[in-house]
């Protein structure tokens, strides 16, 4: 059974740092393609950064500069740090593999998705 535990949400001030993390358990994250989504109220579900298996990354033009995915195999976690945070970053983040080891870049690309982190960030 494919598990994705996210933590490491928060509330901070704009500019301010957070730094989330992904546990899998039953998923290999090095094998295929992880990102981060992220949805903020009344929002779609955005893609912010994906790696493929190969480490090639992927990030979204609002977050380019300011956020960075790396992942931990011996770890087997995904992470997302966030820097410069900004208000319109605030949202719902989801870990969420896709099953396959390329990225297509897309939200309907992942199969199995976690329960979310909170990200608050005040003006």
């Known amino acids: 059974q494919v598990q994705l535990v996210e933590s490491g949400g928060g509330s901070v001030q704009a500019g301010g740092s957070l730094r989330l993390s992904c546990a899998a358990s039953?998923?290999?994250?090095?094998?295929?393609?992880m990102g981060w989504v992220r949805q903020a109220p009344g929002k779609e579900r955005e893609g912010v950064a994906d790696?493929?298996?190969?480490?090639?990354?992927n990030y979204a033009d609002s977050v380019k500069g300011r956020f960075t995915i790396s992942r931990d195999n011996a770890k087997n976690t995904l992470y997302l740090q966030m820097n410069s945070l900004k208000p319109e970053d605030a949202a719902t983040y989801y870990c969420?593999?896709?099953?396959?080891?390329?990225?297509?870049?897309?939200?309907?690309?992942?199969?199995?998705w976690g329960q979310g982190t909170q990200v608050t960030v005040s003006s």
């Open positions: 790696i493929n298996s190969g480490g090639s990354t």
């Open positions: 039953g998923y290999s994250v090095r094998s295929s393609c």
């Open positions: 969420a593999a896709a099953g396959v080891w390329y990225c297509a870049h897309s939200v309907p690309q992942y199969n199995y």
